[in-house]
């Protein structure tokens, strides 16, 4: 948690100030790492499951380092000085106030989806298999609107902050209109089960029961 927290709190500085090259690099290092770890640790070492879960820390230690390098580097513009650090209470009640409200969003989503998991996994094995390949196949869909809101909030912040307000709206409404008409393009073709067919095919390896109900769940999620 602390080198994730780490990691989130360089990401959200330097998108705030129109940098989101930076964090893509150094959350795509973490990605490299974790992709070399876990087959070492899974088959290499024979650790499992325990070794996928050190694979995911390991990951995360080096981009944690990196980032606070960076934000207690005191060329930058933004940087913390961790001696002269105190509590700001009125900060603190802003940060809180913004933040409680979407972290607990986040945490009863990530509770629903395990709800639903939990459901599914009566269905058996391929059942289980489907839904996680379904719901990664559909989450490519939906990353670039997720891009998208991540920039908005950046712009939204800046203009708000400049006393611009009917720029931040035309930027939030502009991001919606790109948002649905991505989603509804893309959507429609996904739903196609001879698109998404080939696509769950690449997970599925050949299982014709997961191929087929994997097929079937991206079809309706995407439409």
């Known amino acids: ?31 490299a ?41 005191k060329k930058k513009l933004i940087h913390i000085d961790l001696f002269n650090m105190h509590i700001k209470t009125d900060e603190l009640k802003t940060i809180v106030k913004v933040g409680l409200p979407t972290a607990l969003g986040g945490s009863t989503m990530q509770f ?16 289980t298999a489907a839904y996680g390949i379904g719901n990664r196949v559909n989450g490519i869909i939906t990353l670039p609107s997720t891009a998208v809101g991540s920039a908005v909030a950046t712009i ?34 996904l739903s196609r089960s001879f698109v998404n067919r080939p696509i769950v095919n690449i997970f599925a390896n050949g299982d014709e029961d997961v191929l087929s109900m994997g097929s079937k769940f991206v079809s309706i999620m995407a439409f």
């Open 1 to 31: 948690m602390p080198f994730l927290f780490m990691i989130n709190l360089y990401s959200a500085v330097n998108q705030a100030q129109g940098n989101t090259v930076t964090p893509m690099l150094l959350n795509l290092l973490g990605i």
């Open 33 to 73: 790492v974790n992709i070399v770890m876990d087959p070492l640790l899974m088959f290499g070492l024979n650790m499992g499951i325990t070794g996928a879960a050190l694979a995911t820390l390991s990951a995360k230690i080096p981009g944690a380092v990196i980032a606070f390098i960076s934000l207690t580097n």
């Open 112 to 127: 629903g989806f395990l709800l639903i998991a939990k459901n599914v996994l009566k269905y058996g094995d391929a059942a």
């Open 156 to 189: 939204v912040g800046q203009n708000i902050g400049a006393r611009k307000r009917d720029r931040a709206e035309q930027a939030y409404k502009l991001a919606c209109l790109m948002s649905v008409a991505f989603l509804f393009v893309c959507g429609m073709i």
